[in-house]
């Protein structure tokens, strides 16, 4: 062994700030909770910080057009991330941010140049100590765009929704007819927005994750996270 390498052994592993973005039921949330895993690293899962918001539009009963309610809804706003726990204004709500009616909610809340200001320092706060995957749709154009490593998971709208439907579709009584509308709707606000856009930063490493698992998808990743420890 050369001496270069094995002070490279005996050093520390630098620790990474990794994105992960890419449309609904790509796979994103099993892959980066993986990739976090393997890693050692936090997980940090933005669209929920999204879905809280709306399930605080929801729970005020207003609409998400309201200007001045959301408004409202930010200024008060108070979130914590902890153990994968989401607590909003002191109530876990963990639970309740799946349902059909929330996950539209959180595509059109999500639009509003309000809220993602309001969740941009949020965001930036827990990204601020390195060894982190942070998944969303923004994650690698907006939030960090000095990310070490950013991927842009993609994948059918077909195999998508039939994920959805296999994780979420008995419970929430969905078809999967209804889950692909669904989630064609969202891609497409998604990506439409003036804000923050939907689309893979320039130095993305694209993944389609149609034909393959999230175990495969993930040493394709380790493989690049290798390359990137290395290149530091
Ligand atoms: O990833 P998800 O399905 O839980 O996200 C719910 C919605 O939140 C999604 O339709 C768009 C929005 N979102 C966003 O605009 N930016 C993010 N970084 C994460 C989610």
């Known amino acids: 062994m050369k001496v270069s390498d094995r002070q490279r052994k005996m050093a520390p592993e630098p620790l990474l700030l990794i994105t992960i973005d890419g449309p609904a039921g790509a796979g994103k949330t099993t892959v980066s909770k993986m990739l976090a895993r393997e890693l050692g690293y936090r997980y940090l899962d933005t669209g929920a910080l999204y879905r809280a918001v709306a399930y605080e539009v929801r729970a005020a009963d207003i609409s998400p057009d309201d200007d001045p309610g959301l408004c409202d809804v930010c200024g008060t706003l108070q979130l914590s991330v ?3 726990r989401l607590v909003s204004n002191g109530v ?5 941010i799946r349902s059909p009616e929330i996950t539209m909610l959180a595509s059109a809340v999500s639009a509003h140049p309000m809220v993602r200001q309001a969740l941009l320092d949020i965001q930036r706060e827990i990204g601020r100590t390195r060894g982190l995957v942070a998944e969303g749709r923004d994650m690698g154009t907006v939030v960090f765009p000095e990310a070490d490593l950013k991927f842009f998971l993609d994948a059918t709208v077909r195999q998508r929704a039939f ?3 296999e ?3 008995k419970e929430n009584n969905q078809s999967l ?4 509308q669904d989630i064609r709707s969202r891609d497409e606000n998604d990506s439409s927005r003036d804000i ?3 689309r893979p930063a320039g130095d993305a490493v694209i993944i389609d994750s149609t034909a393959i698992i999230a ?5 394709l990743m380790m493989a690049r996270v290798r390359k990137g420890r290395d290149a530091k």
């Open 177 to 180: 007819e209804q889950i692909e």
């Open 215 to 219: 175990r495969q998808v993930v040493a």
């Open 82 to 84: 902890e153990e994968n």
């Open 163 to 165: 994920r959805r439907f």
């Open 167 to 169: 994780q979420y579709g």
């Open 92 to 96: 876990d709500i963990t639970g309740r």
């Open 196 to 198: 923050a856009p939907l």
